[in-house]
C-alpha cells in the first residue's frame, strides 16, 4: 500500500510492506518512512562536497546525467560565480548539456579535450568494491565514455544508492544500451547465458521503446544472479554484436559519496566506509 500525504514542508511517503497470509488477507509486517526532501538533501550534501573536494580551478570536468548531478552543476556554477574558478565541461548527455548551458559553463568535448581531470557522476547502485550500475537515465553511453576519459570518475548519490552486492537494492535491472535491429536476438542470448529476464524498456508518455540519445534501445536485464564475477560477464556482454555498451561501471569509479537521511556524509572507497 502506498500512501502520499502531503505535509507542510516536505511530502511523506509511507510505504507499507505487505505480506499475504493464507486465507488472502494483508498482514502489515514492516514499513518504511522516507521524506522526499531527505532524498534530495541528501542528494544535494553528495553533490556539493564532491564539487568542493574534486574540482579545481582549470579543470576539464565531466558531467553526469540524471537527477543528483543538477545539484552538481549548481555548485560547480557557484564557485566559477564567487570564487572566479576557471573550468570546461563535457557533458554526457542532452540533459546535462542543458544543465551546462543553463547555469552558462563553458563547454568543451572529447575530441577538443580528450583528457578529462574528473568526471561527477550519479549512480544507481554502488556495490562494496565500487562497481556500478548506471545507465537508470539511458545515459550510460555517453556517461562510460566520458568517464573512460576522465582521471577520476566521483560517484554522488543519495544513501539509498549503496549496497555490498548489485542488485541488492536497484531491482529495475542492469541497463544494456543495444542496436534496434538486434534487441531480440540479445534478450534472449542474455537470459539463455545468465539467467533472470531482459526486458525493453518502454517510453512514457510516447508509444514504444525509449529511444537513447544515440538512437539505440535500453534493455533492462532484471533478477539476475548477484553472486557472479561481473568483469568477466561485462567483458562477454561487451563481445555480443548488437550490445553497444553496458550498465555495469567495472572498477572505473575512485570515490563515492553518499548523502545520509540525518544530513551527513559517507564517502566510500574499495570496501572501506568512513563516516565523516
Ligand atoms: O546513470 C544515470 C543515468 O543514465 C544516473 O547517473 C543514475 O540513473 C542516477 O540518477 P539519479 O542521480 O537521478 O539517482
Redesign the pocket.
Known amino acids: 500500500m502506498l500512501l502520499k500525504l502531503q505535509g507542510r514542508d516536505n511530502i511523506l511517503l509511507v510505504v507499507w510492506v505487505a505480506d499475504v497470509t493464507v486465507n488472502g488477507s494483508m498482514k502489515p509486517y514492516t514499513y518504511k518512512l522516507f521524506t522526499m526532501s531527505s532524498l534530495q538533501e541528501a542528494?544535494k550534501i553528495a553533490a556539493h562536497q564532491a564539487v568542493d573536494n574534486h574540482v579545481h580551478s582549470g579543470d576539464l570536468v565531466g558531467i553526469?546525467?540524471?537527477?543528483?548531478?543538477?545539484f552538481a552543476v549548481e555548485r560547480l556554477a557557484q564557485r566559477v560565480k564567487n570564487e572566479n574558478l576557471k573550468v570546461q565541461c563535457v557533458p554526457?548527455?542532452f540533459q546535462a548539456r542543458q544543465l551546462v548551458i543553463k547555469h552558462q559553463l563553458p563547454l568543451t568535448d572529447l575530441n577538443i579535450s580528450p583528457t578529462l581531470d574528473v568526471c561527477i557522476?550519479?549512480?544507481?547502485e554502488v556495490d562494496s568494491n565500487l562497481n556500478?550500475?548506471?545507465?537508470?537515465?539511458?545515459?550510460?553511453l555517453q556517461?562510460k565514455i566520458v568517464a573512460s576519459c576522465s582521471k577520476k570518475l566521483i560517484i554522488?548519490?543519495?544513501y539509498t544508492?549503496n549496497s555490498q552486492k548489485l542488485g541488492d537494492q536497484y531491482k529495475k535491472g542492469i541497463?544494456i544500451e543495444v542496436s534496434p535491429m538486434v534487441y531480440g536476438p540479445i534478450q534472449q542470448k542474455i537470459e539463455k547465458l545468465y539467467g533472470g529476464n531482459v526486458e525493453m524498456r518502454m517510453a512514457v508518455m510516447k508509444a514504444g521503446p525509449v529511444v537513447t540519445d544515440n538512437g539505440n534501445f535500453i534493455l533492462d536485464w532484471k533478477n539476475f544472479n548477484q553472486d557472479v564475477d561481473w568483469k568477466k560477464i561485462n567483458t562477454e556482454l561487451l563481445l555480443m554484436p548488437g550490445i553497444v555498451e553496458t550498465?555495469l561501471f567495472i572498477e572505473m569509479a575512485s570515490k563515492a559519496y553518499f548523502g545520509m537521511p540525518d544530513g551527513s556524509l559517507k564517502h566510500k572507497k574499495v570496501e572501506i566506509i568512513i563516516a565523516t
Open positions: 542528494k553526469g546525467s540524471g537527477s543528483t548531478v543538477i554526457t548527455s557522476d550519479g549512480a544507481d556500478l550500475i548506471k545507465g537508470g537515465g539511458g545515459c550510460l556517461e554522488i548519490a543519495d544508492k541497463p550498465g
